[in-house]
């Protein structure tokens, strides 16, 4: 616990000085019938005279310049509940006095003050009428009689340092205890500290100053005290005793340390928020550097192909850069809608037993045409009859890809990448191991996080977003996993591992990577000469796909709105529907429900595939439901679209072919 400034305990040490020479007096005053007590010695000593003695009467013994602080004194010590004290100078018989004067409020409000005199200075020696302290003994009666008087905790030692007296208040705190078991009094991890200190102070004659926690006896608690004791000498400079006092700062400290933990949090809230629009700033950066650079490639290679001039080779190599770079925007805008779909918590997972060691061979193919390319040797390490699990194989397919990916970005040519599967009764685990690049050490612990990047300039070479790693880690925590990451450094490779739970069912024997073969571009039309309605409101990707639609043997016709598609419907013979979903008025929703109720039923029959940006798994649902029979997401792969025409239209043919005759 923090130490609080030796002025909060509002105890000066004019204050203790004055309780060791023992020229005390005690004081009340009555507010109802304006009546001042005074020891009549004091009183005298003090120059006022004998007899009743009213408030303005102690008022006029003061000096002018200090009677308004009195006045002012006086009444906050009416108004609150805590002593107040004041200075004043009492100039009467013999030399002025400086007095300490201690009040605090007695019963309701305003109803009268009591307090303590305390003489902390004197311009000459006393006179004979002001009490004496006895030498001998470090309590004497007049000692004792003004200490235990008075609210504080005080106590007394000899010159030694033997704890000798507590008064009356501080009795009461510790309860049966004597002074000599004083020890006993204080939280066993602080007695030595406060042993030791205290006897130092005691072996060089010099004032204490301490803080501890002291055994309240009533409610048998331990409450935090200040400590404090001076050395009180005789005429020749030897001490004759020590006195001390102990305040209760136990509240006073849990509110510091309660606001110093509350700025604690605050500065912490603070940074946080600074780093947060820190990295924005760094990832708006890096989104605008990532996305410009393939761009760059793109525009620079159309510029070329449409000024012409290029042999067939450079025609060639100018199509597989536009197509990478374009490739290389589209994997940036799905990993960014990915992050944002986390974020809002809006990924659904469509969960199932999965085969973990099918979904690792199913990433190991889709990554090794490109380490191929890149010149890396590609490992697979797979144990037999390895668990299921439970979860969504599409999004786990995608940790490991985004792992897979990782590893064959950071390292460089002719180095190698190691996929192991292994289990156990509980888990199963794959671990992704590269001799790539490795991890700095203090870049370890924020790996996953999104948007962070390695500062080391052989990361940076790399470029990326800094997502991929963030989106595996989020897909598997939210399969009940585990991601974690170990490198031994820089330039010395990195190792990923996730650990699932199983199900504690084995996967089947000889099981074999359930993937779906691309359709290929060189597969035979599937269009065969039927009409086929494009609703695009955009004018390129409208011309694209036509183009798509007529290489393939189709009679693409194109309208920009519902409206236009609709009138066509109605004028034309249209075979196959293909619609945009976000188009401008009424979107492709309103067109699907508008072509089920078309009044001719050839119309109403039509194929219908929704080709749109919306690509989450709930968009493709809600499109399937709302009637289409398709849904191809944007941006459009030629292959794909026309796999899709043909899968419609051959279930289509089929459905026509069971149904009864009219």
Known sequence: MPDLPLSAHRVSPDALRAIADGEFGAWHWDADADLLQLEPRWAHAFGLGAGRLQRRTWFAAVTPAECEEMRRAWQRALRGDRPVEWRVTLAGHGPPRHVLVRARRTGGPARGLEGVLLVVTAGAAATDDTPRPDASHPVDAAFRAVVDAVPALVWAAHPDGRVAYFNAALQQVVGTLGPEEWERALHPQDLQRIRVRWLGAVRREAPYEARCRVHRAADDTWRWHALRAVPVRDPEGHVERWVGILVDDHDQRRLMEANQHLLASEQRARQAAEDAARMKDEFLATLAHELRTPLNAITGWTGLLKRGGLSEADQARALDVIERNAQAQRQLIDQLLDVSRVIAGHVR????????????????????????????????????????????????????????????????????????????AHRVTIEVTDTGIGIPADFLPFVFDRFRQSESPAARRYGGLGLGLAIARQVVEMHGGEIAVTSPGEGLGATFTVSLPATGVAAAEGATPAESPAPQDGAPSPLRGQSILVIEDDADSREMLSV???????????????????????????????????????????????????????????????????????????????????????????????????????????????????
Do not use: M, Y
């Open 548 to 662: 798509v639609l007529e290489n393939a043997g189709g009679v693409p016709v194109g309208a920009a709105t519902v409206a236009d598609g609709l009138r066509l419907l109605g004028d034309l013979q249209i075979d196959i529907v293909l619609s945009d979903i976000g188009l401008p008025g009424r979107d492709g929703f309103d067109l699907i429900r508008a072509l089920r109720s078309f009044p001719h039923p050839r119309v109403r029959r039509a194929p219908a595939i929704a080709v749109t940006a919306f690509t989450r798994a709930e968009d493709r649902a809600r499109v399937l439901d709302a009637g289409f029979d398709a849904h191809v997401g944007k941006p459009v792969e030629p292959a794909r679209l026309l796999a899709a025409i043909a899968e419609v239209t051959r279930r289509r043919e089929d459905a026509a072919g069971a149904a009864p005759p009219a």
């Open 349 to 424: 997972l469509d969960q199932e037993s999965v085969a973990l060691d099918d979904v690792l061979l199913q990433a190991l193919q889709a990554v090794r045409p490109l380490a191929d390319a890149r010149g890396l040797r590609l490992d697979v390490q797979i144990a037999d009859r390895a668990p299921l699990v439970w979860g969504d194989s599409t999004r786990l397919r995608q940790a490991c890809d985004q792992l897979l990916a990782n590893a064959v970005k950071f390292t460089p040519a002719g180095g190698a990448i190691t996929a192991r599967l292994h289990h156990d």
